[in-house]
C-alpha cells in the first residue's frame, strides 16, 4: 500500500510537472506576446503622436490659407471698386473728348471763316488802296 501510495504521489508529481511545464511555455508565450503588444502599443502611440502633429500643423495651414483667402476677396473687392472708379473716369474723359472734338471743329470752321473774311478784308482794303491813288 505505501508503493502504491509512493506510485501514485510520482505519477502525481510527473502530471504536476508536466502541467507547470506546459504553464512555464505557456507563461513564456503571453510574455512574448505581452512584449509584442507593448512594442505594437508603442509604434501606436508614436503614430498617434506623429498623426496629431500633422494634424495641428494641417489645422496651422488651413487658418493661414483662410487668412489668405479673406485678404484676397478683401484685394478684389476693392480692384472692383477700382475698376468701376476707373470706367467712370474713362467715360468722363471720353465725353470730354467729344466735347473737345465738337468745340474744336467749331473753332475750325470759325477759323476757315475768319480766313475768307481776312481774304475779302485785304482784297476790299486793296481795292480802296487803288481808289485812293486813283484820287491822287
Known amino acids: 500500500m505505501v508503493v502504491e501510495i509512493i506510485a501514485q504521489l510520482e505519477g ?15 507563461q513564456k508565450k503571453l510574455e512574448r506576446e ?18 496629431e502633429k500633422q494634424l495641428r500643423q494641417l489645422e496651422d495651414d488651413n487658418s493661414k490659407q ?3 483667402l479673406q485678404e484676397l ?3 478684389f473687392s476693392a480692384m472692383s471698386l477700382e ?22 471743329t467749331g473753332l475750325k470752321e470759325k477759323l476757315q471763316l475768319l480766313g475768307t473774311e481776312e481774304g475779302q478784308l485785304k482784297q476790299h482794303q486793296a481795292e480802296l488802296q487803288q481808289n485812293v491813288d486813283d484820287l491822287y
Open 12 to 26: 502525481d508529481i510527473k502530471s504536476m510537472k508536466t502541467e507547470n511545464e506546459d504553464l512555464n511555455a505557456k
Open 34 to 51: 505581452l512584449a509584442s503588444t507593448k512594442t505594437q502599443n508603442g509604434d501606436l502611440s508614436t503614430t498617434t503622436f506623429q498623426l
Open 66 to 68: 483662410r487668412t489668405l
Open 73 to 75: 476677396e478683401t484685394t
Open 83 to 104: 475698376k468701376e472708379l476707373v470706367t467712370k473716369m474713362v467715360d468722363q474723359t471720353q465725353a470730354t473728348v467729344n466735347e473737345l472734338t465738337v468745340v474744336t
